[in-house]
């Protein structure tokens, strides 16, 4: 079954601090995996876009890493602001029609001043 | 940002009425998808169009159709509303060789 698990659920971090979003997946085949950003009462927005031949993707202070044997990546968040709190969501797409997407259910992020 | 405009964005219905959400994109992307998106649930696909009048089933479909007539406006509509259809409806479209998926900004709907 293809599946998406992000962990943790939520996490509570200060201001400045760092934090690394986990997201494990079972889909195949595989297309590519995006991060997204979901601000409170908004639709998510693209982070990072990885495809199977790629390890790392920055986008400014969030990096996605990408390990495609084991299935799985991760976000980093370095120096975190109070804007950095969100849910993030791993999206994967894949199977056998590559405009199939499957979703995590997000990790809900505090950043606390 | 990509074109995807949602209407209505705040619905309050009472239970039995027909509810019509609308997306309108304007990026000319051939994939369009709503979406729900419910407390300790990711988003779930309900229906999706591959093209005029193109369309398939998701994972939670029943009790929703919809349609497309035009490339750019695809209509979700639940044509007797359950309180179990309360939630954040989102529309979002794919196409292109990135297969880069955008979302609109949402319709609450909430059923009394």
């Known amino acids: 079954k293809n599946q998406v698990e992000q962990s943790p659920q939520s996490l509570i971090i200060l201001e400045g601090k760092n934090c690394t979003l986990q997201?494990?997946?079972?889909?195949?085949?595989?297309?590519?995996l995006r991060w997204y950003k979901q601000d409170t009462g908004r639709g998510p927005v693209s982070l990072t876009i990885?495809?199977?031949?790629?390890n790392t993707k920055s986008n400014g202070r969030y990096t996605a890493t990408l390990d495609a044997d084991t299935k799985q990546s991760s976000l980093h968040i370095t120096a975190s602001q109070l804007s950095d709190s969100a849910s993030y969501i791993c999206?994967?797409?894949?199977?056998?029609?590559?405009?199939?997407?499957?979703f995590g259910s997000g990790t809900k992020l505090n950043v606390k001043p | 940002d990509a074109g995807i405009t949602q209407s209505p964005r705040h619905k309050v219905t009472e239970t039995g009425t027909p509810v019509t959400l609308r997306c309108h994109q304007t990026?000319?992307?051939?994939?369009m998808y709503w979406y729900r998106q419910d407390p300790g649930h990711g988003l779930r696909l309900i229906h999706y169009?591959?093209?005029?009048?193109?369309?398939d089933k998701g994972e939670v479909s029943d009790g929703y159709s919809v349609s497309r007539s035009k490339t750019e406006d695809f209509l979700l509509t639940l044509e007797s509303a359950t309180s179990s259809q309360t939630s954040v409806y989102f529309c979002?479209?794919?196409?292109?060789?990135?297969?880069?998926?955008?979302f609109g900004e949402g319709s609450r709907l909430t059923v009394l």
């Open positions: 979002a479209i794919s196409g292109g060789g990135t297969g880069e998926l955008f």
């Open positions: 997201c494990n997946y079972t889909v195949s085949p595989f297309s590519n």
């Open positions: 990885m495809t199977f031949s790629e």
């Open positions: 999206v994967v797409s894949g199977g056998y029609n590559f405009n199939k997407f499957y």
């Open positions: 990026e000319n992307h051939r994939y």
């Open positions: 169009s591959y093209g005029v009048k193109d369309t």
